[in-house]
């Protein structure tokens, strides 16, 4: 029973490898497909005629390569009738290119010359930015022969040019501005440049980017390049300036933005901008005030007493002195009643005890004394 059980885990285990093997064999390529569209060559040497054609089988060449999204001939050509460039009979300088790019939605323009000098066809070929109006890739080749034979050397130009743009597809642009310029640029802690700053060929995926200015404030921030995309960032750097606090009398708390930072006498580098200021100290009125920080700055902040502590004060400053003049006055009358009190007392103590020292002295009689009445 246990060997069964080992054996049907081996199957499930198998199965869900092979499940798993194929999903993602059959998962599509998940990179985006860059629209591009090809315009009429410019010609020379040749009849028009032909330098359509091969603009033509270069158009078809590209599609088959399944690299790109080409945009259609009949819509590239309408394009092409509103902006009256058919008077010209092509449109090879970037500036046109850009221009029928913008409106065929397209992010790459394929132009290209085609002449014969001699024996010699020459044909050049070049790729160009619709956005920044760059060329790119520029493919120049020279054929002696048949001009029916330049039809296969469309189709070798297309494969080269999808080979040789297939890295472009996993990557992107960075394009980087600050005011001031000459910021430091630096990608996943490495410099890259100074601004402004155009990095071509950028790897997809999530970076940190930073940007750093000796007196200024460090920018930093994440990032994704997007393939075929170009990222912009446009920066005002934040200037630092040096603040410092002094206070009369000293000791007072300091908020800014609400947020307590330290007590005075206190000093920050900190960034420019608008501050809310408020100094607090006991017994004295609070002191508030929007600060504008432009440049180095130093505040000196009388602080006032608060007045109705300092009425109480007052009051209870007078209430103890009238109590120090009322106190002597006070004793100086008890000591007198005290004393009334205590001569009063000892007069009558001394005359009880004169009282008794004369009922208790012996009376001296002479002769006898008289016989009571009625007897003989």
């Keep these: 029973m246990k060997g069964f059980n080992k054996i049907i885990t081996i199957f499930t285990f198998i199965y869900?490898?092979?499940?798993?093997?194929?999903?993602?064999?059959?998962?599509?390529?998940?990179?985006?497909?860059?629209?591009?569209?090809?315009?009429?060559?410019?010609?020379?040497?040749?009849?028009?005629?032909?330098?359509?054609?091969?603009?033509?089988?270069?158009?078809?060449g590209l599609v088959g390569t399944k690299q790109f999204?080409?945009?259609?001939?009949?819509?590239?050509?309408?394009?092409?009738?509103?902006?009256?460039?058919?008077?010209?009979?092509?449109?090879?300088?970037?500036a046109c290119a850009a221009k029928a790019g913008q409106q065929l939605g397209a992010k790459w323009m394929v132009t290209g010359a085609v002449g014969k000098v001699g024996q010699t066809y020459t044909i050049d070929?070049?790729?160009?930015?619709?956005?920044?109006?760059?060329?790119?890739l520029t493919i120049p080749r020279d054929f002696r022969g048949e001009i029916d034979a330049l039809l296969n050397l469309m189709i070798d130009i297309a494969n080269e040019l999808a080979e040789k743009t297939a890295d472009r597809l996993k990557t992107g642009q960075l394009e980087v501005k600050s005011t001031p310029a000459g910021a430091e640029v630096y990608l996943n802690h490495k410099l890259a440049g100074q601004t402004p700053l155009l990095l071509q060929m950028v790897p997809i995926g999530e970076y940190r980017l930073e940007i750093r200015k000796a007196?200024?404030?460090?920018?930093?921030?994440?990032?994704?390049?997007?393939?075929?995309?170009?990222?912009?960032i446009d920066e005002?750097?934040?200037?630092?300036?040096?603040?410092?606090?002094?206070?009369?009398?000293?000791?007072?708390?300091?908020?800014?933005?609400?947020?307590?930072?330290?007590?005075?006498?206190?000093?920050?580098?900190?960034?420019?901008?608008?501050?809310k200021l408020k100094l607090k100290k006991n017994d004295y009125l609070t002191h508030a005030q929007k600060l504008s920080l432009a440049a180095d700055r130093t505040l000196r902040i009388e602080l006032h007493k608060d007045p109705l502590l300092v009425k109480r004060m007052n009051d209870l400053r007078n209430h103890r002195k009238n109590d120090r003049n009322l106190k002597p006055a006070r004793s100086h009358k008890w000591a007198w009643i005290l004393g009334g009190t205590a001569l009063v007392g000892g007069g009558i103590a001394a005359w009880l005890l004169l009282e008794k020292e004369r009922a208790e002295e012996p009376v001296e009689v002479i002769g006898l004394p008289p016989e009571p009445p009625g007897k003989p």
């Excluded at 629209?35 to 040749?46: D, E």
């Excluded at 009949?74 to 300088?93: H, R, Y």
């Excluded at 070929?125 to 790119?136: A, C, G, K, N, S």
């Excluded at 007196?215 to 912009?232: C, H, S």
């Design 125 to 136: 070929v070049r790729v160009i930015d619709v956005e920044t109006r760059q060329t790119i």
């Design 69 to 94: 999204q080409v945009v259609e001939i009949e819509k590239v050509n309408s394009v092409m009738n509103e902006l009256a460039f058919q008077l010209s009979g092509a449109c090879t300088d970037a």
């Design 236 to 275: 005002l750097l934040q200037r630092l300036c040096r603040l410092i606090i002094i206070s009369n009398p000293q000791g007072a708390q300091i908020f800014l933005d609400d947020e307590r930072v330290g007590t005075t006498p206190w000093s920050k580098t900190m960034p420019e901008g608008t501050y």
């Design 215 to 232: 007196g200024y404030l460090n920018y930093e921030r994440a990032i994704t390049i997007q393939p075929l995309a170009t990222r912009r």
């Design 16 to 60: 869900l490898l092979t499940v798993t093997i194929q999903s993602l064999i059959a998962q599509p390529n998940t990179l985006p497909k860059l629209t591009l569209g090809v315009l009429p060559f410019s010609h020379a040497g040749v009849e028009r005629y032909e330098a359509v054609s091969l603009s033509n089988r270069l158009h078809s």
